[in-house]
């Protein structure tokens, strides 16, 4: 009788454990498609937002742009301003740039397939818990980088303030980039990898 208690609890460490693994996978794979956009584009990451933005900047607004986020870029000259929002990878006419939409679903697949490999998920349900999970750490890498990445600038022009700043949208940076993209394809890629082992 006390064998049922005891099995209950290492099922829920375990799957509190898994989920744990799962979110930090999720910030490992934020990582992955940052490096993997930094080595597409940083050479022309200059050309594009000039030298006064850390180069690092650049290119996560590039990894921004690849999960269909825009970057908002706004000035003020005195009490007159304007706002418009930007698409680095729309505007740059390089192959690389354009090859970065499919740098995050295919991170995100394949990162859900390792942890249902790992996690030996047998069935669609497991397979779903070991990796919609993945959107934790994901979530809170596209959010905390939506804030860090912001670049803004002030000046002054013969007595009149100049001001500006460019940063990500941070509602889409979280709830598509960081939400729905892992929770999409790190659980399709988690049951596929479950679908393919089990035949």
Do not use: C
Not at 36 to 55: I, K, L, R
Not at 75 to 84: K, L, T, V
Not at 94 to 120: C, H, R
Request: charged residues 10%; without cysteine; glycine residues 12%.
């Amino acid at each position: 009788m006390s064998q049922q208690p005891l099995a209950a609890t290492e099922r829920s460490v375990s799957r509190a454990s898994s989920v744990a693994a799962s979110a930090g996978v999720g910030v490992l794979a934020a990582v992955i498609g940052y490096l993997v956009t930094y080595v597409a584009v940083a050479g022309e990451v200059e050309e594009a937002v000039g030298d006064s933005v850390a180069e690092w900047k650049g290119v996560a607004w590039y990894y921004y742009n690849a999960h269909l986020v825009d970057i908002d870029a706004s000035g003020e000259i005195g009490s007159i301003g304007g706002s418009r929002t930007v698409d680095f990878i729309a505007q740059s006419g390089s192959t690389s740039a354009t090859l970065l939409y499919v740098v995050p679903p295919l991170v995100l697949l394949g990162v859900g397939a390792m942890v249902a490999y790992q996690f030996d998920a047998r069935d669609l349900g497991e397979a779903v818990i070991a990796g919609a999970p993945v959107t934790i750490g994901y979530a809170v890498v596209m959010g905390l980088g939506a804030v860090v990445t912001e670049a803004s600038t002030e000046g002054s022009f013969f007595g009149v303030d100049l001001s500006g700043s460019i940063a990500p949208q941070l509602v889409p940076a979280i709830f598509l980039g960081g939400v729905l993209y892992p929770l999409v394809f790190a659980t399709a890629g988690a049951i596929l990898a479950t679908v393919l082992a089990s035949r």
